[in-house]
């Protein structure tokens, strides 16, 4: 979707400019200090150049509850350092506290103000908030209708959280006292009885207890009435005041490593009215520009394919033409300009403005920057090797590191010991954290929380968690399949042994990983369908206080069989049972539509493995001819749907059905992989959808200035993305005089730099100049990332925002890959090689 709105601003500032003329210096004056304030723009937000204060935009989202993404926000020069503005129950809310439901929110341009009403259903709780622009600073006030009830007094506040990353090591002042903000969460705590504290999400616990019944609660950093963060950045610079309320500082990291620091002032009891009012006053550097962000793959490029790189750039940057270069580093030590072009202007998308710089015609091998006025670019390699390793990381590193049910190493770190010993007990009917429900019938032999044998072997961790989604899964064996039937790959590098449970990286077995990989996926899969007689939704954790684990994964359980006739935390004389509920259950409501997917990968699975694993080859076949049988007769509705859109297949193909992008989108990739199953009548048939396809990739030149689609939902677009490349690629290797090779750079493009906010790759990949460097990765705690992980990417924040934190990891959005996710980039990678390694 192409944004083509604009503010006013423009239109303003040149009728005044015009008024000034005829006017006195006075006036000049007064238009500065107009320019200076925030103004409620045509998006509904606050703004001034270098400052947007956003009121619930974003909202908070049901699915997980706080994902630190809502309420009142402030993009403070560019970057989303403040959000969670809202009425919270905790000093320091975590991910699983309740969030406040908008119930209404009123623009009124009039007053230049935005007020939401908020509730809180769980305790018939409601609030408004309204938020008013007062020259430099807004006005944010609390309203009441009826006072905080009993349960909340002294538990309500209104919170405001400010990004770690950006105001660690950075100093604040509270009335006359000065501080730093620490580096790591070392201020104090309490612990309260757990009755007084508010409910969490759905009734679960963030916490293990250890029996006390107690909840920790953190304390203050400072307490005043006049706070300034980051005094000494006038880039984060922040001042909050309040003279009826007292203001709080905490840190949320005491509880929870992805807390920020919050300010808070809790709501007096028993008032109505306007009970509490803040000033808010972000500071704006006078003449703020954005610096441009130059996109470029930061892998490289070869010397014959195209190359283009995007400049992004703020609207009111007065470089929006002109030229760039691209600088050669010889190896002699000297640097000289190797081409000088124009930038060509694409326009505006959303926030900022578009320019592009084309230096295909640079050919010559070798190392290489770009300038664009003052700002200069790392440098890259052009060389026709530069795509030679970009799967590597992600096959020989990241997939075995997420091998579930082994132990896994690598040189002298031991990634996780083998987790899970004790296996998964049969879920009770339940609600669950991560999105999942078990029935009130099991559906399969078992009694609730009763063990479920032979379930604890093979599998791969779902994402920055360490369940197994099976759909998942299932997607992962298909993918693997997907790349070893069409590129045959025979990179060995992986030690791995079932009997041992053991896995070592870089220790190669003689036997190509991609097999073992597929063999690792489908013993986790063909034990569920032998043990519970049909596919599990999911093997997850039983408690959220084990969920949110960070650490090795061998330490989420105790190992040892939950035994409830012990007391929690007591351990068996024998050493093997233990009164910890902390074993992860297995839910298995089924879903016949799933066992339809794994009978599908079990019969090609069953293809693969065969010579190589015969047992499990002969286990898969046997499963999948049950599941089919069974899965159909159960299905039979499903059936009906299912040729149904057998029928609007064939439609389109033969022209007659409404053929939108959409559809082409969705079906041709179906109808390219089974190309090589087909005859060659079935191919030409196809012919006429691959040039509708090709209109559909060049749409996309004219929709964004990066010509590939860019999601705007909640998790950021990286799946389809990966999709589209991967479908390009195919329709390239299949129909090359319809899908030429230069379509074919697109999205790894897009992947390793080019994109918005910045450049940096989105793959934590061997051959990147810029890799990210941070991942939600289960190390993330650690600010750090898992080799060959790939990020989601680009997180738009309603109404205009792309954003990809590179200094804070954990917001999954934009930092989390997925077992899938990066399956498909292995699919994606191989495909793309082939087609443009040297042959
Ligand atoms: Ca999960
Ligand atoms: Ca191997
Ligand atoms: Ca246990």
Redesign the pocket.
Known sequence: MKQRRFGTTTALLSGSRRFMVLCSGLMLAAAVSAQEALRLNDLEYFERQGVNVLVFSNSFNGGFNDEKNSGIEIIHHGVRTVQGGAIRLNNTPEQWDLVPTMTSRKVNREAGSIEVGLRYNDYDFDSRIVVTAKGKAVEVAVWLDKPVPEKLAGEAGLNIEFLPSQYWLKTYQVDNRLGRFPRYATSQTVTRPNSEKPRQFKGFKTYDDRGTNRFVDPLPIETGHKLSLATDDPSRLVTISSEDAELKLYDGRMLAQNGWFVVRSVLPKGKTGKVVTWTIEPHAIPGWIREPNIGFSQVGYTPEQPKVAVIELDKKDPVQTGTASLMRLNPDGTTEEAFKDDVKTWGPYFKYNYVKFDFSSVRHPGVYFIQYGKKRTNDFLIDEHVYDKITDATTDVWVPIHMNHMYVTEGYRTWHGEPFK?GYLQAPESDHFDLHRQGAETETKYKPLELIPGLNVGGFFDAGDFDIETSSNINVVQNFIRTWELFKPQRDETFVSQEQRYVELHRPDGKPDILQFIEHGVLNLVAQAEQIGHMSQTLSNSVLDNYHHLGDAASI??????DPSLRPYEVSADGKR?G?P??MWAFTTRNPRLDLQAAGVFTSAARVLRGYNDDLADRAQKQADRLQKEATALQRESRHRRDRQADADNDWLTGTGDGNYRNVARNLQTMLDSIPMKDAAYKEKLRPAVKQYLEYIHNFDKENPYGVPIGLGNWAGVNAVLNFGITVNYAHIYFPDIVGKEEVYRVANWLYGCHPYHNYSFVAVVGAARPKQVFYGNNRADFSFIPGNVAPGLLFRKPDHFENFDDWPFLWGQNEGTIAGNTQYIIFGSSFRNIVAPK
């Open positions: 004790e359980t105790d190992g040892l069989h939950y233990s910890t902390d074993d």
